[in-house]
């Protein structure tokens, strides 16, 4: 089974961050509003303009993303966790 | 009697989730504020762009899709129980 | 006397639902908050664009439509009871 | 003294409904909360576009229009109540 | 001294509407709540579209105009106080 | 060192009112809740088109503006307290 | 490891204002709710316009910039606390 998101939406795994720092010192909750990482699974096909064209998603399946704690829908899809969310919603990918 | 969709609407039928998790033990409603799942009946013939162009959607009927569970307008067509949403609302499709 | 409606403006005449279920049992207000059923009187000459194109509209006079409880503004013409609405409101139209 | 509405205004004179049923019962207030009958008296020169071009009104002097209780604004010209409202809050025009 | 108002602004003095009624009686404020009248002075170069044409106003300098009493910002210049506002404040333009 | 504001951005200099009227009288402050004058220091490129051309602003350094009490951002540069507003918020040009 | 912000996007990293006047006096919070100063990091590819065209960014890689003192979000990257905003966040460049 997969799942095609559609337009400019794409499909990601979180990537839970440690939650302890380098010291091993746990951090508290109110200390992570921070913008999460995620890995993308899927892409949709592309943003559509207001022409009609189809925009491709600059983001692809794979890439290593920031996002905002608050972005995207909660799914479960086999039996996985996920999330369904815009490219806009996406701050920048992580490379190398 | 069938029914067109105007647009960029499509005619949906929720399925249900199984209320049970595989080990058979009932979920709280709570716990199920998740995308639901449902089957596309029939689609309308598109977007019109502000050029006035008509986009064929990218849905089309029999696609099994991911909602957000508030989405769509419920409506009772032959005695069923349908919805009819804009493809905006539809999240991904689930191939396979 | 006809009403011809401005731009993308339909005028509606309401079809009530049956008050009741087939088996004859009557269905109480608060169960009838669905979508309405209506026929297509006379419709606007269509949807003027960004740039001043003229659309014509997808519903036609005689067309049996789907429409939001709360779509449209009351009138009274001729005696009858109608409702003036933008295609916009349209949900779908109910073919065969 | 003429008054030259500006690009897609028209300066309408309201037609007062007849307060009385034909069987001659008043109708009292609340009952009467339907879009108002008036006779257009002049158009400004059309809608102007996002690209710039004007496209001339649909209605025209003379015209006997339908329009919303609350439309427009209300304007003394000449000792004449009358009311200066967009071409977009005209609901249709009635003929014959 | 002069002000030249920027793109679709206008420069604008009031004409205080005359506190009695042909017979003499003063109107209390309450009854004045009807649009104003004032006298262009000058008036911008002109609305920007987005495609960043400029397109000339199509009020000029000397008109009467009608405009909402709440409409524009007040400014004293050399003295005499004045209105800028936009153009699509102005409802229209009182010839003759 | 030189402030380059971006896009339809300008950089302005508060010129403040006399306190006093030509009399002599000090204005109380609720009396000057007026349209502020301002020199413009520099401005950016220009206004960004949805086309994504861009169009150099009408406003230009040295002009003599007027603009609301509230536009604008405060910000000290070599310690001057300055203002970066868009053109937008400017409603003229005071010249001569 | 080197981060990519998306499409308009840039990252920042903020500089400090000092906390001391030229005199060595200490200014209190409430005294520095001015736009600040930051560094630019790395820029995303530019602004995608309605027609899916890019316009690149103005700003660019090392351009010292003012922006307002809540823009962006803050994230961590590599133990330092950087800014990612979006362009229009940016008022202006400190050049020399």
Do not use: Y
Request: no cysteine; hydrophobic share 35%; proline share 4%.
């Amino acid at each position: 089974m997969t799942f095609r998101p559609l337009h400019d939406r794409i499909l990601v795994e979180r990537i839970e961050a440690e939650e302890k720092t380098r010291g091993g010192i746990i951090i508290p909750d109110t200390a992570k509003e921070k913008p999460q990482e995620g890995r993308v699974i899927s892409v949709g096909t592309g943003t559509v303009s207001d022409k009609g064209d189809v925009r491709p998603l600059d983001v692809k399946a794979g890439d290593k993303i920031l996002f905002g704690k608050w972005s995207g829908t909660e799914v479960k899809l086999e039996g996985k966790d996920l999330l369904i969310m815009k490219e806009s919603d996406v701050m920048g990918v992580i490379e190398g």
